[in-house]
């Protein structure tokens, strides 16, 4: 079967340090990989996804980016923290247009 | 363009009484449609889907939807409470092409009491 897996779980960082938040997927090949933040009190907002290695599309300008190094490695990185960048980053995988995702359990960065 | 609108973002029911939660979608083309749920600093996790096949979708956890084309509707609905049950609800339309995006309605918190 498919896991998810994010890490780390919470993560509390300075306003201008660098970030890194993995995501794996195991138990299936060439999926779609998608980065999302969810602000406290409000809905998902899509940062990232990518079709395959190497592929990274963004959906919104910020201060955060993207990469896919393995067929099943996404990593959301940012070189300087900003206080706007708190919240509940989300991770998922798919393989087949019109089918769901699949979520991991999120990482909670909370910026000082 | 496709959207999703809750029209709740709050419901609250009382333990062994039936629950609704209330979505209308807008597709230009024949969406597929989730229910997403959500317990505190959890990731989302896929309570049922409808992918063109029965109406009348059953999924996880006693929780169901009957997807109403002439209504753009996609209720979920619980016929009884459990305290378990409460959490925030994501109504979901499927993207086509192959980055497969998703479009989320905005959730509906479900409160149970006792």
């Known amino acids: 079967s498919q896991t998810i897996h994010q890490w780390p779980a919470t993560l509390v960082q300075p306003v201008g340090s660098p970030l890194s938040l993995e995501c794996t997927v195991e138990g299936t090949s060439n999926p779609n990989l998608y980065w999302y933040r969810q602000a406290a009190g409000r809905g998902l907002q899509l940062l990232f996804y990518?079709?395959?290695?190497?592929?990274i599309s963004s959906e919104v300008p910020q201060n955060l980016s993207a990469s896919r190094p393995q067929d099943r490695q996404f990593i959301l990185s940012s070189k300087k923290l900003l206080l706007s960048d708190s919240g509940f980053y989300l991770c998922?995988?798919?393989?087949?247009?019109?089918?769901?995702?699949?979520f991991g359990d999120g990482t909670r960065l909370s910026i000082l | 363009a496709q959207s999703v609108t809750q029209l709740d973002s709050h419901v609250s029911v009382s333990e062994g009484t039936p629950v609704l939660l209330r979505c209308n979608y807008s597709?230009?083309?024949?969406?597929?449609l989730f229910w997403y749920v959500q317990h505190p600093n959890k990731g989302l996790q896929l309570l049922l889907k409808?992918?063109?096949?029965?109406?009348l979708v059953k999924g996880i956890n006693g929780f169901e939807a009957e997807f109403k084309k002439s209504e753009t509707s996609f209720h979920l609905t619980k016929p009884s409470a459990h305290m378990s049950d409460a959490a925030e609800y994501f109504c979901v339309v499927g993207g086509a092409g192959t980055a497969s995006k998703l479009t989320f309605g905005t959730g509906t918190r479900l409160q149970v009491t006792l």
């Open positions: 998922a995988w798919s393989v087949l247009s019109n089918q769901p995702q699949h």
């Open positions: 990518s079709v395959g290695i190497g592929q």
């Open positions: 409808y992918t063109s096949a029965a109406t």
């Open positions: 597709s230009s083309y024949s969406p597929s």
